[in-house]
């Protein structure tokens, strides 16, 4: 079966500090992946995609970044944090046109201060 | 762009009763799929049902059920039987199934639901 993992669980962060936030999948190849934030009290607001090594798509302008240097492994950075870039954080994936499901990575909470 | 609205921030239930949530949403297209997430106090986002908009026979999954009118996109939530452990924040989803942006989700704002015992 497939897992999906985050890591770390929480993080507080300063202000203007880097970030690297870590999801790996297992259990399947090729799978779409995502980065979701999640404000206080609000919905799930999507910030990148990846269909595969190398490709990513943004879909909000903003401090952060992605990477997917493996076919499971999809990386959230930034070079410095801004206070508005906490949130808790969760990393999904899907099998694209096979599935159009997708499923949740328990997130990471990170606070900067 | 496609819009979910979910118009009740908080709803709750007597425990063994049968609540409803609402879901609307907005769009032009005509292939997509709706979802709907359970993310309890542990804060993962889990799958609970989904729905083909191409499909007219209604989702189920043991007490979930949805009541999907694709003329007045709508798609509500039924959970039968209420239990303590269903008490959590349900998203509404809307995914497009094809052209650019599909395999993307927009979600709702949540309700909150709490079980009462």
């Known amino acids: 079966s497939q897992t999906i993992h985050q890591w770390p669980a929480t993080l507080v962060q300063p202000v203007g500090s880097p970030l690297s936030l870590e999801c790996t999948v297992e259990?399947?190849?090729?799978?779409?992946l995502y980065w979701y934030r999640q404000a206080a009290g609000r919905g799930l607001q999507l910030l990148f995609y990846?269909?595969?090594?190398?490709?990513i798509s943004s879909e909000v302008p903003q401090n952060l970044s992605a990477s997917r240097p493996q076919d499971r492994q999809f990386i959230l950075s930034s070079k410095k944090l801004l206070l508005s870039d906490s949130g808790f954080y969760l990393c999904?994936?899907?099998?694209?046109?096979?599935?159009?499901?997708?499923?949740f990575g328990p997130g990471t909470r990170l606070t900067v201060t | 762009a496609q819009t979910v609205t979910q118009s009740q921030p908080e709803m709750s239930v007597q425990e063994a009763e049968t609540v409803t949530l609402s879901c609307t949403y907005d769009?032009?297209?005509?292939?997509?799929?709706l979802f709907w997430y359970k993310q309890p106090p542990s804060r993962q986002m889990i799958l609970v049902i989904r729905?083909?908009?191409?499909?007219?026979q209604n989702a189920t999954e043991n007490r979930f059920s949805v009541n999907f009118q694709k003329a007045a996109k709508s798609f509500s939530l039924k959970i039968s039987d209420s239990q303590l452990g269903d008490t959590a924040m349900y998203f509404c989803?809307?995914?497009?199934?094809?052209?650019?942006?599909?395999?993307?989700?927009?979600f709702g704002k949540g309700t909150k639901l709490s079980v009462i015992p």
């Open positions: 999904a994936w899907s099998l694209g046109s096979l599935t159009y499901e997708q499923y």
């Open positions: 259990g399947t190849s090729n799978p779409n």
């Open positions: 990846s269909v595969g090594i190398g490709q």
């Open positions: 769009t032009s297209e005509s292939n997509y799929y």
């Open positions: 729905q083909e908009a191409y499909k007219q």
């Open positions: 989803a809307f995914m497009r199934g094809s052209g650019a942006g599909s395999y993307q989700l927009t």
